[in-house]
Nanobody, 114 residues
Framework: VQLQASGGGLVQAGESLRLSCTAS????????VAWYRQAPGKPRELVAS???????DYSDSVKGRFTISRDSVKNTLVLQMNNLRPKDTAVYYC?????????WGQGTLVTVSS
């Protein structure tokens, strides 16, 4: 699966951004899709995921502010980010997992100024 992420940018605290990830395979055919992020000097962390048969999960740091979803018409994975904070600054990666095989997008930079 090839993934192409977009939508990052520079915003001020409190503003919103919408990230999109276009997949080469049907987004609904992939058992697990997710968004990760990696801030400078920190390990990559899971932000939100959709797991077939289980549901949607969010990290505590973004719960209530971020929403992950799949757009069937555009065949994309979406991350709607509201009320952004400076600590959300990171490179965001979309991920598709089938069994033990992970596929990664190239990452899109989100910068939140205070």
């Amino acid at each position: 699966v090839q993934l192409q992420a977009s939508g990052g940018g520079l915003v001020q605290a409190g503003e919103s951004l919408r990230l999109s990830c276009t997949a080469s395979a049907s987004i609904h055919s992939i058992p697990t899709v997710a968004w990760y992020r990696q801030a400078p000097g920190k390990p990559r962390e899971l932000v939100a995921s959709i797991i077939h048969g289980i549901g949607i999960d969010y990290s505590d740091s973004v719960k209530g502010r971020f929403t992950i979803s799949r757009d069937s018409v555009k065949n994309t994975l979406v991350l709607q980010m509201n009320n952004l904070r400076p600590k959300d600054t990171a490179v965001y990666y979309c991920n598709a997992q089938r069994g033990n095989l992970h596929h990664w997008g190239q990452g899109t930079l989100v910068t939140v100024s205070s």
